[in-house]
């Protein structure tokens, strides 16, 4: 099935009322699987990229059509997940050129701030602190991939690809924070 070839015929199946749920390719699994925590974390982490995009003003343009391209990678690599390990791969799949795209972004928005010198609080203009909501979601995905990962090996590009993701979100909202004029703040370890 191609992207966008879905048939969503209604919202409730009754199929999932005994704890399980469908794969593409026809398996069944228990909802509280590795996999489908996996997926289920990169669906929650595109519900903060819409909060994300809703919180960016029109001077970061930039990073609102980043932002968009993410949502769609997400739908890429949920795909991937969401198939039976005995299904064939989806026609589309997260790729090294995907994790290229990341590590250009990564780079072009860590550009874009003054170097760190400390950690930093989470903390700042409304688009910063958003990113880095999302940024937290990404990082608890990557676990969740990486505890399905040891059961089920997954291909590196995936693996590669949610590591650069919420490093891109970090560098997304230093870079919001300084374009924004709002400077960060170091942890004070002395309270």
């Known amino acids: 099935m191609a992207p966008g070839d879905e048939n969503i015929p209604r919202l409730y199946t009754r199929t999932g009322?005994?704890?399980?749920?469908?794969?593409?390719?026809?398996?069944?699994?228990?909802?509280?699987s590795a996999r489908i925590r996996a997926y289920g974390t990169f669906d929650e982490l595109?519900?903060?990229?819409?909060?994300?995009?809703?919180?960016l003003p029109e001077s970061l343009g930039d990073a609102r059509s980043v932002?968009?391209?993410?949502?769609?990678e997400l739908f890429i690599a949920q795909s991937?997940?969401?198939?039976?390990?005995t299904a064939s791969p989806p026609a589309t799949r997260i790729e090294v050129r995907h994790v290229e795209r990341l590590e250009h972004d990564?780079?072009?928005?860590?550009?874009?701030h003054p170097p760190l010198t400390s950690f930093v609080l989470c903390r700042g203009s409304r688009p910063a602190v958003a990113f880095?909501?999302?940024?937290?979601?990404?990082?608890?995905?990557?676990?969740?991939?990486?505890?399905?990962?040891?059961?089920?090996p997954q291909r590196a590009?995936?693996?590669?690809w949610s590591n650069r993701l919420s490093d891109l979100l970090f560098a997304m909202a230093l870079a919001a924070n300084h374009a924004l004029g709002v400077p960060e703040v170091a942890p004070d370890y002395s309270t």
Do not use: C, M, Y
């Open 106 to 112: 990564i780079d072009r928005f860590d550009a874009a």
């Open 67 to 72: 932002v968009r391209r993410l949502e769609h």
């Open 17 to 32: 009322d005994r704890g399980t749920t469908g794969l593409s390719g026809g398996a069944r699994v228990d909802k509280d």
């Open 80 to 85: 991937e997940l969401a198939r039976s390990p």
């Open 132 to 152: 880095h909501l999302a940024r937290t979601v990404a990082r608890r995905a990557e676990r969740e991939l990486w505890a399905l990962h040891r059961t089920e």
């Open 157 to 160: 590009e995936l693996l590669q």
């Open 46 to 55: 595109g519900a903060h990229l819409g909060f994300v995009e809703n919180e």
